[in-house]
């Protein structure tokens, strides 16, 4: 199971950090990623990590602002989120799976998904 949290409101410009621990499956054999769905929009990538070398990927959208890491002492997975927008603002989801990947149909475990919400 995977389980998100750190989701909220925050003024544009802010930061937020966003957490996914993990149980129930070997957490440091899995490629880790982030995706969002806004209102009425697609799911979409926003980064992913790997097992192997923790090399990290992300969309061209959240390049340069978000960061991606790993602890597998902890078996969590974090996005440091800065200089939020207004764009931004969707329901987050962590995701595990084999290798890293911007498809969702790649990640076999989900967690429930976290709100933020970023508005003045």
């Known amino acids: 199971q995977l389980q998100a949290s750190g989701g909220g409101l925050v003024q544009p410009g802010g930061s937020l950090r966003l957490s996914c621990g993990a149980s129930?499956?070997?957490?440091?054999?899995?490629?880790m990623a982030w995706f969002r769905q806004a209102p009425g929009k697609e799911r979409e990538f926003v980064a992913a990590i790997s097992w192997t070398d923790s090399s990290p990927s992300y969309a061209d959208s959240v390049k340069g602002r978000f960061t991606i890491s790993r602890d597998d002492a902890k078996n969590t997975v974090n996005l440091q989120m800065n200089s939020l927008k207004p764009g931004d603002t969707a329901v987050y989801y962590c995701?595990?799976?084999?290798?890293?990947?911007?498809?969702?149909?790649?990640?076999?475990?989900w967690g429930q998904g976290t709100l933020v919400t970023v508005s003045s």
């Open positions: 995701a595990a799976g084999g290798v890293t990947s911007t498809r969702p149909s790649i990640y076999q475990y």
């Open positions: 129930g499956l070997t957490f440091r054999d899995y490629a």
